[in-house]
């Protein structure tokens, strides 16, 4: 019977052509290397190597068994690499799933510079609504989710990320952009277009102008703040949206202002109850957060006017 020493020493000769040089290469001595082949040659009923005056010459049985051998070594290399690449968290695969406010522009960006870094991490990335991003993490599908809160899912963990402000959007040359904070009371007979229902941002939207007894013009209603901040860029009514997605749409002429007094836009990174997170996923989320906290810092400054970007985990929602 074959043993694994046995081979490691064939490979040995095969690669440096002699005895004396694998014995060097595996750090035994040379009659150790001889007695090794020659318990393999015996074991397989095979000559594998011819002594030439001073050298030895692989057969070609030697010669064909060496192709099989060193793909299994490299196959054990491949193995021994991953699992570097792992610990070191250059390697991997990842399943994220996003809700439409971040899985159109702000997080694909973020995805890219992501990998920018880890040229052998691989990511699926997905997007739907919250209910659907639920299910898919709920059923490993999805190793990660961005989703609207709130979220209550038995086999699914919530962290809440707080501290992303909903911001007021204006359509080019609007007489409201010379302002540099907008109130509820500049909103007044205003052409307004409302996002949901259902959204709990729609909620806080609609309790803040009830508590300031503001009335809108309510002109249309769309599901996507992606609707609403193309209608506005078109020039059409105002509204007030997530930041991620406003700002994806500065570039097509949307005018961006802070809004007083804020309202929060909460998002649940969702994850699985029952798998711990792999060290790749632990590395993006970390990554994500620092990334959503610059973008948050660049548009309302370190203080964002009382915003504080965090994470709230389920026991303190």
């Known amino acids: 019977m074959i043993n ?30 001889s007695r090794l082949i020659s318990d393999l040659q015996y074991a397989l009923k095979l000559t594998l190597f011819e002594r030439r005056g001073p050298r030895i010459t692989p057969t070609s049985e030697a010669i064909s068994l060496y192709q099989v051998v060193d793909r299994a070594f490299v196959g054990l290399e491949l193995i021994e690499q991953t699992a570097r690449d792992l610990t070191a968290r250059r390697s991997g695969a990842l399943r994220v799933a996003a809700m439409p406010a971040l899985g159109v522009g702000f997080l694909p960006r973020y995805v890219a510079r992501f990998l920018s870094e880890r040229p052998r991490v691989d990511i699926a990335l997905r997007g739907s609504h919250s209910p659907i ?34 911001v007021a959007i204006l359509p080019p040359g609007h007489p409201l952009a010379d302002k540099d904070v907008l109130t509820p009371k500049d909103f007044e007979g205003e052409s307004f277009i409302s996002t949901g229902p259902p959204a709990l941002l729609r909620s806080r939207i609609d309790t803040v102008f009830a508590d300031h007894d503001v009335s809108r013009a309510m002109r249309v209603e769309t599901q996507l703040t992606m609707s609403a901040c193309a209608m506005v860029a078109a020039g059409y009514g105002v509204s007030i949206v997530d930041l991620f997605t406003a700002q994806d749409y500065v570039p097509h002429g949307l005018i961006v202002r802070p809004f007083e007094p804020s309202i929060g836009v909460d998002i649940a990174v969702l994850r699985s109850a029952q798998v711990p997170l792999s060290m790749i996923a632990e590395d993006f989320l970390a990554g994500f957060i620092k990334e959503a906290t610059r973008f948050r810092d660049s548009f309302l400054g370190p203080d964002g006017a009382g915003y504080g970007l965090q994470t709230v985990r389920n026991a303190e929602l």
Request: proline share 6%; hydrophobic share 50%; charged share 15%.
């Open 133 to 166: 991003i639920l299910d898919w993490v709920a059923t490993g599908q999805c190793e990660l989710g961005f989703a609207h809160t709130p979220i209550d899912h038995a086999a699914v963990l919530t962290e809440k990320i707080q501290g992303i402000p909903a």
């Open 4 to 33: 694994p020493r046995q081979i490691e020493a064939f490979r040995a000769v095969m690669l440096t052509g002699g005895i004396t040089a694998a014995a060097e290469l595996l750090n035994i001595s040379q009659p150790a290397v």
